[in-house]
């Protein structure tokens, strides 16, 4: 920790940001817009003196992002402490500037427009750390996203990629249900296009590799396929925030918004090794029973399941 001493008849002025409870009290002190206070001991972060921030948004490290908190520029004039470890900072005279409205809050918490939370970036994005439009949640990237780390377009849920995409793990566009990859499928770990019909009553038979089978979707067998498939691992696709200081330069040129949001959100990709799986994992009894199936087909099981066998 670095002590920086200015001597006061210099008017050495740093501005920086702080945040009060509602009714404009922080640790003890009744603030008021336009007055200065000071103490007489040297201040030392988290023991003594008037703490502030030089970035608005690291204010909420320590507090809420509560829109009924007050929150003031301030100016530091006097000996100033440093904690490098937490952007924070510490003073032992101290000038309340201004108030700052919620929604100036907001845009300078945020990057874009219409962003409601904190280290969004794009426009109209709700929650935290989300980019692009429309998100709700957090660390979604894209737009009309909903929910938790989606990427893409329209999705809700967990961790999927792709456009209008429900449930958890699917890949592709408009399906529902989990571990789908292609368009407009609905279930359990399906490739390809429309496995999903219109207006029916009856229970329909379960096609397996490509082959109508005489096994209905509550048969013991089906039960067992898909009990062994879901314990299947899944690569999918995140979204992460990256605050600035682990960035790479390349990295700050390419995400600009890092200056405001203190980092980027990252989509990161998590390949599952599902041979291994099934090689170390699944015992020999239940391959067996997999390879017994009606239809089977090996090249068919590896375009869906990513499984050689």
């Not at 008017?11 to 940001?17: D, L, R, V």
């Not at 204010?59 to 509560?66: G, Q």
């Amino acid at each position: 920790m670095n002590m920086i001493v200015f001597d006061y008849k210099e008017e050495f002025k740093m501005k920086g940001y702080k945040v009060f409870n509602s009714d404009w009290t922080c640790r003890g002190y009744q603030y008021e817009i336009g007055k200065t206070y000071e103490i007489a001991e040297s201040p030392k972060c988290c023991k003594v003196g008037f703490h502030f921030c030089e970035k608005l948004i690291d204010c909420f490290n320590y507090y809420s992002f509560d829109p009924n908190n007050k929150v003031a520029e301030i100016e530091a004039i006097g000996e100033i402490d440093f904690d490098d470890t937490n952007s924070k900072c510490c003073t032992n005279k101290i000038v309340i500037l201004k108030e700052l409205k919620w929604n100036e809050v907001l845009d300078m918490c945020n990057s874009g427009k219409g962003n409601s939370g904190h280290h969004n970036s794009g426009n109209y994005n709700s929650g935290n750390r989300n980019s692009g439009y429309h998100n709700s949640g957090n660390y979604n990237s894209g737009n009309y996203n909903s929910g938790y780390r989606n990427s893409g377009y329209r999705n809700s849920g967990y961790y999927n990629s792709g456009n209008c995409n429900s449930g958890y793990y699917n890949s592709g566009n408009c399906n529902s249900g989990n571990y789908n990859s292609g368009y407009y499928n609905s279930g359990h770990h399906n490739s390809g296009n429309c496995n999903s019909g219109y207006c029916n009553t009856n229970s329909p038979k379960v096609r397996m590799f490509n082959h109508e089978t005489e096994f209905n979707f509550n048969d013991e067998s089906i039960v067992r396929f898909k009990e062994i498939l879901f314990d299947c691992p899944q690569s999918y696709e995140y979204s992460d925030f990256i605050d600035k200081s682990e960035m790479s330069e390349e990295e700050i040129i390419k995400h600009p918004e890092c200056e405001i949001i203190g980092g980027y959100i990252k989509t990161i990709i998590v390949e599952a090794d599902k041979q291994k799986w099934w090689d170390e994992d699944v015992s020999d009894d239940d391959k067996e029973f997999i390879k017994s199936l009606p239809y089977f087909d090996a090249d068919i099981f590896y375009e869906c399941v990513g499984v050689r066998v």
